[in-house]
């Protein structure tokens, strides 16, 4: 749906329905610039989320800007305002902002800015691995503590990273950024991925396996699975007695696909590492067994995030709004298609 400008005297409207820290992050003046010249941009204060003012606040609009806590677009919102034909979501995941229903009906049409969340995680995954297999923070540690030069010298002696087999768990958006950087170091790649056809393997130049020889062969395991029925839990005892020692585990997708209580007594029994970024529990309980078990590395959740990044969001997001108003296709559309394998 795209406002017939010719028809209207105005500008049409789009509201910007984001939290402050979203706007100072995201949305700054000059990112808001191209779409200023397109439209009338309406800001709407997040003192009106907590109740139903924001939804007067979106009154006659034809596009909405969210974000992370943006309050959630139901059926009657959109039944009220037929003029409201867009949703650009600044984030990834649009299952707490916009019912799947109203966009397999047609009703109305999404874009995200998911592909900048994943280049961010991408990168982060390769310095986990890379401190992982080369120590750098502790030899800096104990350098700088004194350590005796030549013992320290063989104790942190490495791994190279195309000698190992890496497995990717969920070829999705981030799960191929991942792939594109691991390729230049020549490591053998393994994905398990039941969408991911032996062509687009040839194509993404990895092995196509099993979950089970995924968790059974490889020396790094990578998670990008979204969560879904078929993949909750789908990290449990059974995957986890699979690892062989010395495996090195990275969660930066979502807690749900690993069983939280397989993965701690794996943990107990030693022999692996996992790097987590993600948890059933956000923030993370100052009580939780993760922070005292052996052979965790704890991220806040901030694999996604770098200031490069929020400006990316916020620039993508600006851009497919524009391209919405004027009529361009869109180019990071959430299509009813993507839905089912959504998170």
């Known amino acids: 749906m795209k406002p017939d400008l010719q028809a209207q005297s105005a500008k049409p409207t789009v509201a910007v329905l984001v939290g402050e820290a979203v706007h100072r992050k995201m949305l700054a ?18 003192d009106l989320f907590d109740d139903d003012g924001w939804r007067e606040a979106l009154s006659g609009a034809h596009a909405v800007i969210t974000g992370w806590h943006s309050p959630r677009l139901d059926p ?47 990168e982060f995954c390769i310095a ?20 005796d030069w030549w013992p320290s010298r063989e104790r942190f002696v490495g791994r190279f990273l195309g000698d190992q087999t890496v497995g990717i768990v969920g070829a999705g958006h981030t799960g191929r950024l991942v792939i594109r950087l691991l390729r230049p170091f020549g490591c053998r790649i393994l994905v398990a991925d039941p969408y991911v056809s032996e062509e687009r393997a040839a ?41 062989k020692d010395g495996t090195f585990l990275l969660n930066t997708a979502r807690a ?10 794996r943990l107990r029994a030693g ?24 052979g965790v590395i704890l991220s806040p959740h901030t694999a996604g995030h770098t200031w490069e990044t929020y400006r ?3 620039r993508t997001t ?3 709004v524009c391209r919405f108003l004027t009529g361009e296709a869109l180019q990071h559309e959430v299509t009813r298609q993507m839905l089912a394998t959504m998170a």
């Open 29 to 46: 003046d000059d990112v808001l610039a191209p779409l200023k010249d397109l439209a009338e941009v309406r800001h709407v204060s997040p």
């Open 271 to 294: 022999g692996l590492t996992a790097a987590l970024d993600v948890f059933d529990d956000e923030p993370l309980p100052l009580d939780s067994p993760y922070r005292t078990v052996p």
């Open 312 to 314: 990316r969001q916020g």
């Open 256 to 265: 749900a696909i690993v069983d939280s209580d397989a993965l701690l007594n």
């Open 128 to 147: 986990q691995i890379l401190e992982h297999l080369r120590f750098t923070t502790r030899q800096d540690v104990e350098t700088k503590a004194g350590a």
């Open 203 to 243: 194509e993404l130049g990895v092995e196509l396996r099993t979950l089970d020889e995924v968790m059974s062969g490889c020396d790094i395991i990578s998670l990008h699975a979204p969560v879904l029925p078929e993949t909750r839990g789908m990290i449990g005892n059974h995957e986890l007695g699979l690892v």
């Open 76 to 122: 009657a919102l959109f039944e009220a305002e037929p003029s409201l034909g867009f949703v650009a979501h600044t984030g990834a995941s649009i299952k707490a902002v916009v019912p799947y229903s109203e966009i397999e009906s047609g009703r109305i049409r999404v874009s995200n800015a998911a592909i900048h969340i994943a280049e961010a995680v991408a």
């Open 318 to 320: 600006v851009g497919e």
